[in-house]
């Protein structure tokens, strides 16, 4: 079945830096691969998410780019701010499996 | 619109005692998921259902878990005789088909004295 790993698992950045969290799948078959921030305390939040026709989308200060020959995906926050501070998970969707989730990324931006 | 609801938010109970978790998913939407999550973990699948039917429960324990999306009503993910190990948040997800975006619920914490 789909394995997703996740990396780094924390993450330190000063505001106004960039931030960059990176998963891996096994499944090539996998097609869709959603990012959630969950801030503590609370249910994943959808933030944005790619299909496997497309190897870049952005939106605003979030971006998220897909190697499928790689098999990973990459998160990509720009011009960080404190409310950014969260867990960020990736996930990864063949339509086969359900959604397999990534162990998280504990993300702190420091004022 | 209302996104996903969960209730309660938070609940206790003891070791053999049952609980029922539920879940009302967003308007229009009729698949159900149910994730279970431990402390500084990932979230793990337990079920899948679509209105009145399950369709993939590879991911809950065989025993004393069970699932339903009745016609009218929410979801309801049921723990019966409940261990210590099945403290952990609990969240729900709805999608208007299955091949499209899951939105997340607040979540259930369940605390097993």
């Known amino acids: 079945g789909e394995n997703v790993e996740q990396h780094p698992s924390t993450l330190s950045v000063q505001e106004g830096d960039s931030a960059v969290i990176k998963c891996t799948y096994s499944d090539s078959a996998s097609n869709y691969f959603p990012w959630y921030k969950q801030e503590l305390g609370k249910g994943p939040q959808l933030i944005i998410d790619i299909r496997s026709n497309v190897g870049e989308k952005k939106d605003q200060r979030i971006a998220v780019t897909l190697n499928k020959t790689a098999k990973h995906f990459s998160l990509h926050i720009t011009e960080t701010q404190p409310e950014d501070s969260a867990v960020y998970f990736c996930?990864?969707?063949?339509?086969?499996?359900?959604?397999?989730f990534g162990k998280g990324t504990r993300l702190s931006v420091i004022a | 619109n209302a996104g996903v609801m969960q209730n309660p938010r938070h609940l206790v109970r003891r070791r053999g005692q049952e609980a029922r978790l539920r879940c009302s998913p967003m308007?229009?939407?009729?698949?159900v998921y149910w994730y279970r999550q431990l402390p500084e973990e990932g979230l793990k699948f337990m079920v899948y259902?679509?209105?009145?039917?399950?369709?993939?429960e590879s991911g809950m324990p065989k025993e004393r878990f069970s699932a339903e999306f009745p016609k009218e009503g929410p979801s309801i993910l049921r723990i019966q005789q409940v261990v210590r190990g099945d403290s952990a948040a609990y969240f729900c997800?709805?999608?208007?088909?299955?091949?499209?975006?899951?939105?997340f619920g607040p979540g259930t914490r369940l605390l097993v004295l």
């Open positions: 308007k229009g939407h009729s698949h």
């Open positions: 997800a709805s999608s208007p088909d299955r091949d499209r975006t899951q939105y």
């Open positions: 996930a990864a969707y063949s339509g086969n499996t359900p959604l397999v």
């Open positions: 259902l679509q209105k009145e039917n399950i369709i993939d």
